[in-house]
Antibody, heavy 121, light 107 residues
């Protein structure tokens, strides 16, 4: 059974930093692209970025709204995905989901339950 | 790349709901659809325009042509009430794009 479990969300002040984790199990983690998606309170889904798989050199790609502030990394040996967030702004307040991209279609067939990040003074 | 969805659709139980997703030449892209109920993670309901993941009822179907992709839900049930999002790869910008979401209300 595929399972994704996010952790690390909490209240943080503007300008602060935070690291989110996503623990994956039930599939060959190294084969898949892995993504972060966020959802601000009462708003829609927003793609944050992704890490390609080992075969594609772990290349990372980011949405314009977070590029230069957020960094995605992964550790295939522990089947974990990370999101390092710096220079946080109030508009980064959201539930952050990790998701697995399907190898063929690129769809997000599996999602975690999400972790809430609140940026506020 | 921008995806445009109507904010809400209402339908009576047993009727057919059509949720559209507009984008420039979206017919040339692969569209995925997600259902999200309050407080839950999104669930994939259609991928590659028309394919259903295992466990998704046949009542859910998709189409994609020209500038519009459509998610059709036949014989709507109360349990289908949710937000629905379309998604494509915005190849010119190298990122995934979600539509703004459509809230389906079952009357």
């Amino acid at each position: 059974e595929v399972k994704l479990v996010e952790s690390g969300g909490r209240l943080v002040q503007p300008g602060g930093s935070l690291r989110l984790s996503c623990a994956a199990s039930g599939f060959t983690f190294s084969d898949h692209y892995m993504d972060w998606v966020r959802q601000a309170p009462g708003k829609g889904l927003e793609w944050v970025g992704r890490s390609r798989n080992k075969a594609n050199s772990y290349i990372t790609e980011y949405a314009a709204s977070v590029k230069g502030r957020f960094t995605i990394s992964r550790e295939d040996s522990t089947t974990s995905l990370y999101l390092e967030m710096n220079s946080l702004k109030t508009e980064d307040t959201a539930v952050y989901f990790c998701a697995r991209e399907g190898a063929a279609a690129g769809d997000f067939g599996y999602w975690g339950q999400g972790t809430l990040v609140t940026v506020s003074s | 790349y921008v995806l445009t969805q109507s904010s809400s659709v209402s339908v009576a139980p047993g009727k057919t709901a059509r949720i559209t997703c507009g984008g420039d030449n979206i017919g040339n892209k692969n569209v995925h659809w997600y259902q999200q109920k309050p407080g839950q993670a999104p669930v994939l309901v259609i991928f590659f325009d028309t394919d259903r993941p295992s466990g998704i009822p046949e009542r859910f179907s998709g189409s994609n042509s020209g500038n519009t992709a459509t998610l059709t839900i036949s014989r709507v049930e109360a349990g289908d009430e949710a937000d629905y999002y379309c998604q494509v790869w915005g190849s010119s910008s190298d990122h995934w794009v979600f539509g703004g979401g459509t809230r389906l209300t079952v009357l």
